[in-house]
């Protein structure tokens, strides 16, 4: 068996070695100073890895002068560009970026052309000694895969495997690969189908874990623990990033606690000293078993900071374990996107007045996304959608179709909150 190992700037990443925790700026790349300031915070919060939004040329020059000062800061960090749609912008960053985040699938309508891109892309990476994650998501499958296999998680693996095959025919294995998705079922299947491809073929690359749209808060942090923390027990994943929509440092210590939980085996729930100890506890004990229906329910009872937890509030991790792990709905469910570069509004503040004012609709799903480009793709199956389109414009979705357009963002929420119940009288 071949075990690749990565090195992104001498931070290797590989099978045996400790998980690497991540997260990814959410702050505009060309506001220099405030991309500087969030990478020196993630930094202190322990980030090994940080990643910027490159949708353009524009934002890797950005990211080259980021790079410049915080390596005169001494701050060392690998830096990541994401590029999700242009080879051009990718071929750029990778003389730029200490790894580059692609989607090839996206990078050209035509698949020659895509292919032709890489492999260009590929040339560049190998003199520049950059190393690659390929980032599939749940969402954004192209029309000639779901044609072949339908929007599923073979689906997703089958995708990864025609790049990860060119890597391997290219002999190219500075490479890290990833297949997300916003339902911690799909994210699951998707990466024990690819894991069982890599052993059959006899070469294991490393595996970027992340459930994406996971949204804020407990759920966030739950979702996020549960289905990466089922991943880790097989075995599987050498790097998490844990996504919320949220402030960016917060999603580290979130990602060390899921990663010590394997690390020192602390199996067990009682005796948390924060909150946020507990239920990430919690989601690592019982998750794993709940999604892959081990187990059907489980008791609660649990000690945090000292003090014994309330049946009530036992009764609400529980709920949204069982949520999170797609065994039993009793909320209203939401798909976030953490925000990025391209996120124009504010995202946090947005996503927690959407939830404010459509809680009581359990049995829906709603999506609350940063940007026009890549959030109506990967809002995955929400019913229905607020999605940035910049400029302090919104589009309201219902499932995959835009039903108004450039509606100004303080009548934005009112629009949806109109279109749900308009839907509710006429059904
Ligand atoms: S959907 Fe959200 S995280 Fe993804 S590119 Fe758009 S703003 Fe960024």
Not at 97 to 116: C, L, M, S, Y
Not at 287 to 295: A, E, M, S, T
Request: glycine share 8%; hydrophobic share 40%.
């Amino acid at each position: 068996m071949r075990n690749i190992i990565a090195n992104v700037a001498g931070l290797e990443i590989g099978r045996g070695l400790p998980v690497a925790i991540q997260t990814m700026c959410n702050c505009n790349t060309n506001d220099i100073e405030a991309a500087v300031a969030q990478c020196n915070a993630m930094r202190d919060a322990g980030a090994q890895l940080i990643r910027l939004t490159t949708q353009g040329v524009r934002e890797v020059e950005s990211l080259r002068q980021i790079k410049n000062i915080l390596r005169q800061q001494g701050n060392m960090v690998p830096l990541v560009a994401d590029v999700h749609f242009s080879s051009d912008v990718a071929i750029v960053a990778a003389e730029v970026a200490d790894k580059v985040r692609i989607n090839p699938g996206n990078f050209a309508t035509e698949h020659e052309k895509a292919q032709r891109d890489f492999k260009r892309f590929i040339e560049v990476c190998k003199e520049h000694n950059t190393a690659v994650r390929i980032g599939i998501n749940h969402g954004s499958l192209g029309k000639r895969i779901t044609e072949l296999y339908g929007n599923t998680a073979q689906g997703m693996k089958e995708a990864m495997v025609e790049w990860v095959e060119m890597c391997i025919a290219e002999d190219f294995y500075n490479v890290v690969l990833s297949l997300k998705a916003s339902n911690t079922l799909v994210m699951v299947e998707a990466y024990r189908l690819l894991n069982r491809w890599m052993e059959e073929q006899g070469v294991i690359f490393p595996l970027h874990l992340g459930v994406t749209e996971a949204g804020n808060g407990d759920m966030g942090r739950i979702k996020s623990a549960a289905a990466i923390a089922t991943l880790l027990r097989d075995g599987i994943g050498d790097t998490i990033r844990v996504s919320l929509t949220e402030s960016p440092v917060n999603e580290l210590p979130v990602a060390e606690k899921i990663v010590r939980f394997f690390s020192e085996q602390e199996q067990q729930q009682a005796g948390a000293e924060s909150w946020e100890d507990l239920i990430i506890n919690i989601a690592c004990t019982y998750g794993p078993d709940l999604l892959d229906r081990k187990i059907d329910d489980f008791d609660l009872d649990a000690t945090c900071k000292g003090e014994k937890v309330s049946a009530e509030a036992l009764q609400d991790i529980k709920d949204n374990l069982l949520q999170a792990t797609r065994r039993r709905f009793t909320k209203c469910e939401y798909v976030a996107c953490p925000g990025c570069g391209r996120t124009l509004y504010n995202l946090e503040e947005t996503f927690n007045e959407v939830k404010r004012r459509t809680s009581h609709l359990s049995g829906y799903c709603i999506a609350v996304m940063g940007c026009i480009v890549n959030g109506p793709g990967e809002m995955a199956d929400a019913d229905y959608g607020y999605v940035g389109e910049g400029k302090g414009k919104v589009s309201i979705y219902r499932g995959k179709e835009a039903v108004r357009r450039s509606v100004p963002q303080e009548e934005a929420i009112d629009a949806l909150l109109e279109l749900i119940e308009n839907d509710q009288k006429n059904k």
